[in-house]
Nanobody, 125 residues
Framework: QVQIVESGGGLVQAGGSLRLSCTAS????????MGWFRQAEGKERVGVAC????????YYGDSVKGRFTISRDNAKNTLYLQMNSLKPEDTAIYVC??????????????????RGQGTQVTVSS
């Protein structure tokens, strides 16, 4: 049985940093393209960052480029999202997902095959 669990969310002031983690059981993350998605209240869910299965390419949404970094620790079977210079508009529920896209990245939520429940990130001004 596959289980994905996100952690690391919380309340932080604008300009601060958080590191989200996504751990998986029953699933080997390095075999999948992995993405982080977020959904703010009243808004659509959007792709934030993605890493290809072979780890050689990463992609970021325009609003987070230069501030967020996605990475993966294969030994720990864990995906990370380092978030720096946080802004109030980054407030959202962040979810990680394994993408059914043959190892390639996709910003589409519909591409997720396995996903977690999410972790809340709140950035105060």
């Amino acid at each position: 049985q596959v289980q994905i669990v996100e952690s690391g969310g919380g309340l932080v002031q604008a300009g601060g940093s958080l590191r989200l983690s996504c751990t998986a059981s029953g699933l080997t993350l390095r075999n999948w393209a992995m993405g982080w998605f977020r959904q703010a209240e009243g808004k659509e869910r959007v792709g934030v960052a993605c890493i290809r299965s072979n780890g050689d390419m990463t992609y970021y949404g325009d609003s987070v480029k230069g501030r967020f970094t996605i990475s993966r620790d294969n030994a720990k079977n864990t995906l990370y999202l380092q978030m720096n210079s946080l802004k109030p508009e980054d407030t959202a529920i962040y979810v990680c997902g394994a993408l059914a896209s043959f190892g390639y990245c996709s910003a589409s939520w519909d591409s997720t095959h396995f996903r977690g429940q999410g972790t809340q990130v709140t950035v105060s001004s």
